[in-house]
């Protein structure tokens, strides 16, 4: 029997009702009764089932569940809130990568234990007891007190160099007393005036703009386009000064790979501390501490990776997404979304500015920015005395190299040059390892992955065969595993391992390093190899993507490109793109300072548009020659794409929805899809992969045909669909 108490009745039915929006995959909010009306964006807890869930107040309910059998909520100390702009940005994400709003509101309130009751610390200041007995050690530690400040105990022990049970018995003797510091240590207030550099007239130009807008906090979109080392950096802080001055929060973000403590070290030169971070290696309790910090406006500039954009800020003013055509932008699973455009998107719904950085722009930004839609600010020289780089093409057809090298004879002189006269050079090849491939000499078996369709990639060093996508792992086998040929396996092409393996045979003298993104060279490896290059420890540094960008070497002056054409090949309608995107930001490394800097690209396409465009350093001939394609081809920006993925362990279940889901597609005016196809690595982690491609045109509303069709097939529970709106990797 029921107790009395739960019976509904006029008395016990809620005051108000609220739509409650929880952070899981569930197509929209859930109604419970509150006792007083919440505004949209209360954070609040919620029963689901035998959970409690943080959740957040979306609107006023649909009002389908009777009164009386709707849960409470329960409120948070200090009552917690999302803005209304922030809500509104959830909302708008969800639709455009048609993905469950309770899904991206999770990106939201990633750290769930932000919202739990603050813990003071316990720390001590001097009470009025004074010991008995006073040694060397108690007097250092009571010494410490007369700056008043509460300090931990583990901090007296440091700071007076005394044992912690020194002071223990301090406590112990009411010398030492205790009282509470807050949970965090408080953030630093970046200063607007810290040290302002004298900008030239182009920066100051641009700075004079940007500064404009963010005083008039009005939406806007501008593309910052300048020439590697040409001071973009030192021209957008004065917008970040600007809205510091004006109360506003700012936002910094970085491909996550370009978030180095070089520019942290920068940004505080600039306004006096560093910036607070957001990003994947951050601890639990570091994203504690600054989601709070961002939450109560504390911290006023964060710098963070994509993941930053769904900060609770409160009063943000200005967002700049610097090297803003990175691929690294995109979050390619979970809510699949693009960061950069999404920033914009955020910019318009907080009614602020923004500001893209590149110097390379996407062909996206590019064509808003010729077309007027995008304020267009460029900075066409390098600041101060520095030069762009001469760039030469060194055609491999032409040399005679030996079989099993890499480094062409032009390569090997200018290196030699370089070395003798002082300077720093750095090989650039976007491959990690030491060989891409190994080979069976004698059977002509490849060595594959057992749940991908990719090679593995050789490390000699730890002597391993290594799957870049899922890190499946082997011991070098000494004979054929198919034809048990012994010592027939031989490795083919090159990876930075190898380069450097040959460029010691040449130059054994020379200092250098190996930098990628692997997970034996780690970002701490990275990290170093970048210091020692910058301290002039090392001569060169032979490296991966991830000592392409940003960086900042003085006495760097030649670059080698080992292989140009890499990433060429990979056929998607970008790869012109992004080859030059790449090669471009990789030849800014060189000659960055009074020296001038020299760039050899080896190739085997010299007349490639790509290669002829990097080589004249006619930029923009070569952005309208792409743009001109992609006009003709009604690709983005002047047509839509949409991909659908099919992904399962069971391969003919998924090919199966494949060609149930094309044929179940709507006609409609403008819209074309392609496929089923299997997708380039049709095999990954063990998972089949199809795709199909949503072609349309620029006026065609792209969700709603998606939602529409996908909504027609009935696909078995084994098949995963995942939408990609604006795919910009085609594997
Ligand atoms: P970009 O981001 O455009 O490649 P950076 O902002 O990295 O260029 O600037 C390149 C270098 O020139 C940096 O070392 C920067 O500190 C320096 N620099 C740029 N502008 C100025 C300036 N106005 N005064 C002093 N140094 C500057
Ligand atoms: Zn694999």
Not at 65 to 81: F, I, Q, Y
Not at 506 to 516: D, I, T
Request: charged share 25%; proline share 7%; aromatic share 6%.
């Amino acid at each position: 029997m029921k107790p009395a108490a739960l019976k509904p009745s006029e008395e016990t039915a809620p005051a108000h009702r609220a739509g409650v929006l929880l952070p899981l995959p569930l197509s929209g909010a859930y109604d419970y009764a509150t006792d007083e009306k919440l505004p949209r964006g209360t954070i609040v807890t919620v029963p689901l089932g035998p959970r409690e869930y943080l959740a957040c107040v979306w609107n006023d309910g649909d009002g389908k569940v009777a009164p009386e059998k709707l849960k409470p909520v329960g409120r948070l100390p200090g009552n917690p809130h999302l803005s209304g702009a922030l809500c509104d940005f959830v909302d708008w994400v969800a639709r455009y990568t048609l993905s469950p709003p309770g899904q991206v509101l999770g990106l939201a309130l990633r750290v769930p234990s932000a919202f739990d009751e603050p813990v003071p610390r316990i720390a001590f200041v001097r009470g009025d007891k004074t010991p008995k007995k006073m040694t060397e050690a108690r007097a250092r530690v009571l010494a410490l007190c007369e700056d008043g400040l509460a300090r931990r105990l583990s901090d007296y022990a440091a700071e007076a160099n005394a044992s912690p049970a020194v002071v223990r018995g301090l406590i112990g003797c009411g010398a030492l007393v205790e009282t509470g510091l807050p949970e965090f240590a408080r953030f630093p207030d970046p200063e607007p005036d810290y040290a302002q550099p004298a900008l030239n007239a182009e920066q100051s130009e641009a700075a004079r703009i940007l500064v404009a807008d963010v005083a008039a906090q009005k939406f806007s979109t501008s593309l910052l386009d300048g020439v590697t080392g040409s001071g973009k950096t030192e021209t957008y802080f004065e917008a970040v000064a600007e809205a510091l001055r004006k109360g506003k929060q700012a936002l910094i973000l970085l491909p996550e790979i370009a978030l180095t403590v070089q520019f942290l070290d920068r940004f505080a030169e600039r306004f006096g501390c560093r910036p607070a971070e957001w990003h994947s290696d951050l601890s639990q309790k570091e994203r504690k501490r600054t989601y709070r910090a961002v939450m109560n406006g504390e911290v006023r500039v964060v710098v963070g990776a994509r993941s930053a954009l769904f900060l609770p800020f409160q009063e943000l003013g200005l967002i700049i997404a610097d090297e803003e055509h990175e691929q690294a932008y995109k979050q390619e699973d979970g809510v699949i979304y693009h960061a950069r455009d999404m920033a914009v998107v955020r910019a318009r719904l907080e009614n602020c500015p923004v500001v893209l950085s590149s110097a390379t722009p996407s062909l996206e930004s590019y064509v808003n920015a010729a077309s007027g839609r995008y304020r267009w600010l460029r900075l066409r020289e390098r600041h101060g005395v520095a030069s762009l780089p001469q760039i030469k093409l060194i055609d491999l057809r032409l040399e005679k190299m030996d079989t099993g090298t890499w480094l062409s004879q032009p390569l090997r002189e200018a290196l030699a040059l370089a070395l003798a006269s002082g300077e720093q050079a750095m090989l650039f090849l976007n491959r990690r390892g030491y060989a891409p491939l190994t080979l069976c000499q004698s059977c002509g078996h490849k060595m594959v992955c057992r749940n991908c369709s990719t090679w593995l990639v050789e490390h000699r060093y730890h002597r391993r065969l290594t799957c870049h996508h899922c890190g499946f792992d082997v011991p070098t086998p000494k004979n054929c595993p198919e034809c048990q040929a012994e010592n027939s396996l031989i490795a083919c092409g090159p990876g930075v391992e190898r380069v450097a393996e040959e460029f010691a045979a040449v130059f054994p003298q020379a200092r250098m390093a190996v930098a990628s993104s692997d997970t034996w060279h780690g970002p701490l490896e990275t990290q170093a190899a970048i210091r020692s290059m910058v301290k002039r420890e090392i001569d060169v540094v032979i490296g991966t993507q991830i000592m392409a960008k940003g960086h900042h070497f003085p006495q760097l002056t030649l670059v080698g490109v080992i292989d140009a054409d890499l990433g060429g090949a990979d056929g998607d309608m970008r790869a012109r793109e992004r080859t030059f995107q790449l090669l471009h930001q990789v030849s800014g490394r060189a000659g960055r300072a009074e020296k001038p800097g020299f760039v050899l690209l080896q190739t085997r396409n010299p007349n490639d548009a790509v290669m002829k465009a990097l080589a004249s350093g006619d930029r923009d001939a070569f952005y309208e020659q792409e743009r001109g394609f992609r006009e003709r081809a009604a690709t983005p920006p002047f047509g839509r794409l949409a991909a659908v993925i099919l992904s399962g362990a069971e391969g003919d279940k998924v090919r199966d929805a494949g060609r149930q889901l094309a044929k179940a597609a709507p006609s409609a005016r403008g819209v074309k899809v392609w496929g089923p196809t299997p997708a380039f690595y049709h095999l990954l982690r063990g998972q089949t992969r199809e795709r199909l491609l949503v072609q349309a045109d620029k006026s065609v509303d792209v969700q709603t045909y998606l939602r529409a069709w996908l909504a027609l097939v009935k696909v078995p529970n084994a098949v995963r669909v995942t939408v990609d709106i604006d795919p910009v990797s085609f594997f």
